[in-house]
């Protein structure tokens, strides 16, 4: 395994691992600014949460991208698989420990959040290393569908669906108070 790869995974999962808790704060810290809500949980549901993985996951990529996509010609495909992994992760994990346990818990929280984050950079490793999902089709497909997902949670953070993903369970809300 390159030490390069491994040095630039660490970085990645240290990066969403402060930076994800951070922008659980950032739109409050901002005083409520617009712009800085497109990036930021701007409430406590579901979605936003995995909006806390998405952001800096997809952001560190964009920087690997430049450095790792030459030597790992299956880079965006792995990466959007391993993003998508961690985000289907957290509503998983969320709704069955709640379902179990009857109510959510911060701590549970937190740690539905790196579990998800691990387990996602754990298979990004594991892909890279093997060379799974390599073709040039599959790499654009997975640059189209990053981008996709990057307008999504930006665009529901100001339109979101009104379905119990985007339910605030504190307000009663969806997204910008909607």
């Keep these: ?3 390069k790869l491994r040095r630039w995974e660490l970085a990645s999962f240290l990066f969403a691992a402060i930076a ?7 739109y409050q810290w901002s ?4 712009i800085v809500a497109a990036f930021s949980a701007v409430n406590e549901s579901t979605w936003e949460h995995m909006k ?3 952001m800096p996951m997809f952001l560190f990529s964009l920087a690997e991208m430049a450095v790792l996509t030459e030597q790992y010609r299956n880079f965006l495909a792995v990466k959007a698989a391993s993003i998508l992994l961690g985000l ?5 994990l969320y709704y069955t420990y709640t379902g179990i346990w009857g109510q959510s818990r911060p701590y549970l929280d ?7 984050l691990a ?3 754990w298979l990004g490793l594991r892909l890279l290393q093997r060379g799974k999902l390599s073709g040039g ?3 654009i497909g997975a640059l189209l569908g990053l981008w996709a997902l990057a307008f999504l949670f930006v665009w529901f953070t100001y339109r979101p669906p009104h379905i119990a993903l985007f339910l605030d369970p504190v307000t009663g809300a969806y997204g910008l108070g909607g």
Aim: aromatic share 12%; net charge neutral.
């Design 88 to 92: 289907l992760l957290i509503p998983t």
């Design 52 to 54: 806390l993985l998405f």
């Design 137 to 139: 089709a599959l790499q």
């Design 31 to 34: 005083g409520e600014n617009p």
């Design 110 to 116: 937190i740690a539905v959040f790196y579990i998800a």
């Design 20 to 26: 994800g808790p951070l922008l659980h704060f950032t």
């Design 119 to 121: 387990v996602s950079h």
């Design 1 to 3: 395994m390159s030490k």
